[in-house]
C-alpha cells in the first residue's frame, strides 16, 4: 500500500491541557555524524504532566536554546508539511511537544538580555547598585525581543488551544504571555506560575516604569498567578497596588488573595513545590549512584582516628544568587575558629555550570575555584584536601553525596524554593542537618528543623557549620524525618494537578 503523502489539515485545535515554559522537556544537541540526540530533563513539570495521564491531550510549548534546538524545530515543522510541527514523541517520552524556532537574536535578547540579566537580577536584589542596572539604548531593544519572543509564545498557544482549555505558563521568561494569550483567545482558562522570588516593592521600582507595569499587567492577564511561597505572593500583590495602583483583597489571615486590576480580577495562590520521594529513593540506590558514593568516600578519607571523616555537602548551579563564595568563606572560618576539626572534616561542594553565556555567571565561576583553592592552600596537608570541589554535572554524584552528607549548606542570598533543601533529608541515610538560609522559599516549610541562617552573615554561617557538625546523632536523625516529611507534603504530581484543578 502508497502511504497518503501529509497535508496541510484544517482541524481545529485540540489540547485542553497546555505548558509553556522557556526550557521544554527535551534538549537535543549533535552527535559527530550530524544526527541530532534528544536528551530529556526532569522537574516538577515533567512529572506533572505525566500525572494527567495519556488520555489527556496535552501540549507544551517551549523555546529552541540553541543551534542544535533549532534544527529539531525546523525538522518536525517539515515533518509536519506545513502545519504546526511536534518533535518526534520518541524524543520526547510521548509528550507532544511544540518547540519553537525563535531566531538567535531575539531569543538571545529576550532570555539573556531580560530575563536572566534583567528580571532574575530584580526578584533576587542581584544589582550592585552604585553601578547597576541602567536601562539603556541595549535594554530598549532587548525588551522590544522579549516582547516578540513573548508574543510568538501566545501565537503558538493560541494555536494550539482547544475551545476552554487550561493553560499553564510558567516563569519570569513568560511574563507578558497571559494578557497576550488572553486577548487572542479568551475562551481559554489561564494560570501563571513563578518559580522565582518576587521582588519586594521598593526594589521592583528599579525597573523602568513601563517595564514595570507591563510585567505586571502581563501576569494579570491571567485568572490566577501561582507562587511558591506566600511571601513571594504577598510582595507580586504589593508591587501591583504600588505600581498599578490595583485593588488587593485578602481574606482568611492574608492567606487568600486576589488582585483587581481595569476590571478583570486574578487569583493569586501558591503551591510549595515538594521533593519527589518516589523517584528519588528509587533513584537514589541504583548501582551508578554506589559507585559514586565509593568513589567520594575515597576522596574524603579518614581522620587521623581512623573514622570517616565528617562532609559538609552542597549542591548547586554556580548561580550568584545560590552564594556559594560566602559559603566557602563561612566554611574558612570555621576551620580558622575551630582547628579541632582540621582533618576531620571535608566540604564537598558540587557547583555545576549554568548561564555561561553571561559574563558575570563566568567571573563568578571562577571565583568559586580561587576562593575554594585558597581554603586548600591555607589549610590542606598531606592527604586532607579541606574542600573537594566538582564543577561537572552529574546527576548520580549528587544523590551519593546526599546520601553521606552530615551537614547540607543551602545559603541562598535569595531562592524561589530550594529543591536541595527538600531532596537531601528524603535520600540521606543516617539523617543529616540541614544549615538553611532563612531567605530560601523552604524555609517557610523547612525552618523549624534547620539551622537558620542569615546568607549574609559568614560568622554566623561558620557558628552554624559548627552546631550542625556537633548535633548529637539522634536528634539529627529525629529532625531529619521531620524534615523529610515537610518536604514532600506536596509532590510533584499534585502540585500540578492542584494547579489545574483551581483554574477548572
Ligand atoms: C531555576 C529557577 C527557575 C528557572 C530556571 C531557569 O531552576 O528556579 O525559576 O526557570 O532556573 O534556568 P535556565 O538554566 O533555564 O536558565
Redesign the pocket.
Request: hydrophobic share 5%; proline share 0%.
Given at each position: 500500500m502508497v502511504a497518503e503523502p501529509a497535508t496541510p489539515s484544517a482541524q481545529p485545535p485540540h489540547a485542553q491541557v497546555l505548558v509553556a515554559?522557556?526550557?521544554g522537556p527535551v534538549a537535543y544537541s549533535a552527535a559527530p555524524d550530524g544526527t541530532l540526540q534528544a536528551k530529556r530533563g526532569g522537574g516538577g513539570l515533567v512529572s506533572g504532566l505525566s500525572a494527567i495521564g495519556p488520555d489527556t491531550d496535552a501540549v507544551w510549548v517551549c523555546a529552541a536554546l540553541g543551534d542544535d534546538d533549532r534544527e529539531a524545530a525546523r525538522q518536525a515543522a517539515q515533518r509536519a508539511a506545513g502545519r504546526t510541527g511536534k518533535l518526534d514523541p520518541e524524543d520526547t517520552g510521548g509528550q507532544s511537544v511544540r518547540m519553537l524556532d525563535i531566531p538567535e537574536e531575539t531569543f538571545r535578547d529576550a532570555?539573556n538580555g531580560v530575563a536572566?540579566s534583567v528580571l532574575w537580577f530584580v526578584h533576587h536584589l542581584l544589582y550592585q547598585t552604585p553601578v547597576e542596572p541602567s536601562f539603556d539604548e541595549d535594554f530598549t531593544r532587548q525588551w522590544t525581543s522579549y516582547e516578540r519572543y513573548n508574543a510568538a509564545f501566545a501565537d503558538a498557544l493560541a494555536e494550539e488551544a482547544g475551545e476552554g482549555a487550561v493553560v499553564l505558563v510558567?516563569?519570569?521568561?513568560l511574563t507578558l504571555v497571559p494578557a497576550l494569550l488572553r486577548a487572542r483567545r479568551p475562551d481559554l482558562r489561564i494560570g501563571h506560575f513563578s518559580?522565582?522570588p518576587w521582588a519586594p516593592p521598593d526594589y521592583y521600582a528599579l525597573l523602568p516604569d513601563e517595564t514595570a507595569a507591563q510585567v505586571l499587567r502581563g501576569i494579570l492577564g491571567a485568572d490566577r498567578a501561582g507562587f511558591l511561597t506566600w511571601r513571594w505572593a504577598e510582595a507580586f500583590a504589593d508591587c501591583c497596588a504600588r505600581v498599578l495602583g490595583a485593588e488587593v483583597t485578602s481574606r482568611e489571615g492574608g492567606h487568600e488573595l486576589t488582585v483587581s486590576y481595569e476590571g478583570r480580577t486574578t487569583r493569586v495562590g501558591v503551591h510549595g513545590l515538594g521533593a519527589d520521594a518516589d523517584f528519588l529513593r528509587e533513584r537514589a540506590h541504583r548501582d551508578d549512584v554506589a559507585e559514586r558514593m565509593a568513589q567520594l568516600r575515597t576522596q574524603v578519607g579518614t581522620g587521623p582516628d581512623g573514622a570517616p571523616r565528617r562532609t559538609v555537602v552542597r549542591v548547586d548551579?554556580t548561580e550568584l544568587s545560590k552564594n556559594i563564595v560566602r559559603g566557602l568563606r563561612a566554611y574558612r572560618r570555621f576551620l580558622a575558629d575551630h582547628p579541632e576539626w582540621h582533618e576531620r572534616v571535608v566540604h564537598v561542594a558540587f557547583a555545576y555550570p549554568?548561564?555561561q553565556d553571561l559574563e558575570v555567571y563566568r567571573d563568578y565561576t571562577d571565583e568559586v575555584s580561587r576562593v575554594a583553592d585558597g581554603i586548600n592552600a591555607e589549610f590542606g596537608r598531606g592527604g586532607w584536601t579541606p574542600v573537594v570541589l566538582h564543577v561537572k554535572d552529574d546527576f548520580a554524584r549528587s544523590l551519593a553525596a546526599y546520601r553521606l552528607a552530615d551537614v547540607a549548606l543551602v545559603n541562598p542570598i535569595r531562592d524561589?524554593?530550594n529543591l536541595v533543601a527538600k531532596e537531601v533529608p528524603v535520600v540521606s541515610d543516617d539523617g543529616c542537618a540541614l544549615v538553611l538560609s532563612r531567605e530560601a522559599g523552604a524555609f517557610a516549610e523547612l525552618g523549624e528543623d534547620a539551622l537558620v541562617v542569615n546568607p549574609y552573615d559568614v560568622t554566623a554561617t561558620a557558628e552554624a557549620l559548627h552546631e550542625a557538625l556537633t548535633m548529637e546523632r539522634d536528634e539529627r536523625a529525629e529532625r531529619t524525618k521531620r524534615l523529610a516529611a515537610a518536604a514532600t507534603a506536596l509532590p510533584p504530581e499534585r502540585w500540578f494537578l492542584d494547579q489545574l484543578n483551581a483554574l477548572r
Open positions: 515554559s522557556n526550557r532570555y536572566n510558567q516563569d519570569y521568561h518559580h522565582t548551579r549554568s548561564r524561589g524554593m
